[in-house]
Nanobody, 117 residues
Framework: QVQLVESGGGLVQAGGSLRLSCAASKNIFSTNRMGWYRQAPGQQREFVAV???????NYADSVKGRFTISRENAKNTVYLQMDSLKPEDTAVYYC???????????WGQGTQVTVSS
């Protein structure tokens, strides 16, 4: 079993920055694709960014050029650096792990990000 714990959310003004963290309970990056998703009120959860087991990254068009996903293997932690934030980025952000062998999926509890205009 894998536990994922997000942190770093909060309230920020438009144009500001936040860095989200996702701490995994054990070293899983060699077998799990790690991702960030978000869900705004009344909307479906949507993909934000992903980092594969070999370090390749991909982003949703809405955040490309503003957000950066990275990981720190020694700390079993994935980050989402969010710059130039917009009010439409307001959502609960969730960390996700997908085991590429078993296809088991794990989710964190989410962290709220609110961007004021």
């Amino acid at each position: 079993q894998v536990q994922l714990v997000e942190s770093g959310g909060g309230l920020v003004q438009a144009g500001g920055s936040l860095r989200l963290s996702c701490a995994a309970s054990k070293n899983i990056f060699s077998t799990n694709r790690m991702g960030w998703y978000r869900q705004a009120p009344g909307q479906q959860r949507e993909f934000v960014a992903v980092i594969t087991t070999d370090g390749k990254t991909n982003y949703a068009d809405s955040v490309k050029g503003r957000f950066t996903i990275s990981r720190e293997n020694a700390k079993n932690t994935v980050y989402l650096q969010m710059d130039s934030l917009k009010p439409e980025d307001t959502a609960v952000y969730y960390c996700n792990a997908l085991n590429i062998g078993t296809i088991q999926i794990y989710w964190g509890q989410g962290t709220q990000v609110t961007v004021s205009s």
